[in-house]
């Protein structure tokens, strides 16, 4: 097996491939070495698997994580482009992937054994669906709260690509992830708004993925802010702020008022119904949610109400064939 560093003329293997697995990642080494053990005990066979791990600039070596994970028998490729954020990593998995299914993840889960099989199974199930997402559970439930986050897709319709797959040709159809969107936010849920016009995206609980919690704290809060802009744009693209259950007619008057009023007033609650059992921990939400309306009131409310956004509404393809 050959690493390829490079975005461009990637030539890979030529065996038969059924299923690639796109892993972005961007210094992550420890997690990322875990999430391969995960994945070497798949009991979908790895004769007809490829994982790209899509690496996004990484400062620290990798490496010694990609031995490792050759070492366990998994038929990996080491794809490297320079800092351009999750949705342009993910794109350069998608171009030099050969399977007709395109399965995702993060370097940071851990893959339940049947994780693979079961969105593979989903897809051939239903020929008309052009992709399936999983379960995304806590790995390290209740370890932060009521100060800690992450993603969670308990019941359907959140579209997180720690736990989905996609045929290779309704993303090619649609254009790959669009890399206006740099933060590991929303890039999926507009990737899913944009794709289902070429068919339904289906749920399969049954691919479990778990994914941990981090601890929240003023710089999460603060970069949180500047992912406002992109549910603003899929207000403006698709008439929904960032999932279908949230219709809207005035995008941008929507997005002042739940960041600045909404967001942090949820804090509060949360804060006040932990004060009894965790009165510093409450102490210290409520301030992140002084904060987060504070930051809000100064970056996002400006952004939302004069910003121009017309230029961006219409959607780029970065993906042909």
């Not at 010694?64 to 482009?81: C, S």
């Not at 600045?260 to 059992?277: D, E, H, M, N, Y």
Request: with cysteine.
């Amino acid at each position: 097996m050959m690493d390829q560093t490079t975005t461009t003329g990637i030539s890979l293997e030529s065996k038969p491939i059924d299923v690639s697995i796109v892993i972005p990642t961007r210094n992550r080494a420890r997690d990322l070495r875990r999430c391969l053990e995960s994945l070497a005990g798949q009991s979908y066979p790895l004769s007809r698997v490829e994982i790209l791990i899509c690496d996004d600039g990484s400062t620290e070596p990798l490496a010694e994580t990609i031995k490792a994970g050759k070492e366990l028998g998994l038929p990996l490729y080491h794809l490297r482009q320079e800092p351009a954020g999750p949705a342009s990593a993910r794109n350069l998995g998608i171009r030099a992937a050969r399977g007709a299914i395109i399965a995702m993840t993060d370097s940071d889960t851990i893959p339940d054994r049947s994780w693979l099989g079961s969105l593979i199974d989903a897809l051939r199930s239903h020929p008309a669906a052009v992709g399936v997402e999983g379960r995304v559970e806590a790995s390290n439930q209740g370890e932060f709260e009521p100060l800690g986050e992450g993603p969670v897709n308990l019941e359907g319709g959140v579209f997180l690509t720690c736990n989905c797959a996609y045929r290779r040709s309704a993303l090619v159809a649609v254009g790959g992830f669009d890399e206006t969107f740099p933060f590991p936010a929303y890039e999926d849920t507009e990737l899913a708004a944009s794709i289902s016009q070429f068919g339904p995206i289906i749920w399969q609980p049954q691919a479990l993925v778990l994914h941990p919690r981090r601890p929240l704290g003023v710089a999460t809060v603060l970069k949180k802010l500047h992912h406002w802009e992109y549910v603003l744009l899929m207000g403006m693209r698709y008439g929904y702020l960032g999932w279908k259950r949230y219709p809207v007619r005035y995008p941008r008057l929507r997005v002042a008022l739940l960041s600045v009023i909404a967001l942090p007033l949820s804090k509060f609650r949360t804060a006040w119904q932990w004060a009894g059992r965790s009165p510093q921990a409450a102490l210290k939400l409520a301030g992140l949610g002084l904060v987060e309306a504070l930051g809000a009131l100064w970056l996002v409310a400006p952004l939302a109400l004069c910003g121009n956004f017309r230029h961006r509404v219409r959607r780029l393809r970065y993906l042909d064939e």
